[in-house]
């Protein structure tokens, strides 16, 4: 995520050459990973939804982003 995005609420990942976008509220993916990044990417999302949210409101107002933890 970063403070100068525009909408919609998205965040983005990077694995190796390959990059995403993944839309907030959705869970639209624009762009193309791997099978298993992109899986791993998708379950980690899904228990961070609310959380990535928070983020994007945050960044919108310019303030510093909550830590979000990653999968274990």
């Known amino acids: ?3 100068e995005e525009h909408g919609p609420p998205h965040f983005h990942a990077v694995y190796g ?4 976008k993944v839309d ?3 869970g639209q993916v624009r ?8 899986r791993l990417v998708m379950e980690w999302y ?3 939804t609310k959380e990535l949210l928070v983020n994007w409101n945050l960044a919108a107002d310019t303030k510093p982003l909550e830590k979000i933890e990653p999968l274990e």
């Not at 762009?31 to 992109?38: D, Y």
């Open 1 to 3: 995520m970063y403070h």
């Open 17 to 20: 050459g390959s990059k995403i």
């Open 24 to 26: 907030i509220r959705s």
């Open 31 to 38: 762009g193309r990973f791997p099978p298993r990044a992109l």
């Open 46 to 48: 899904h228990l961070h």
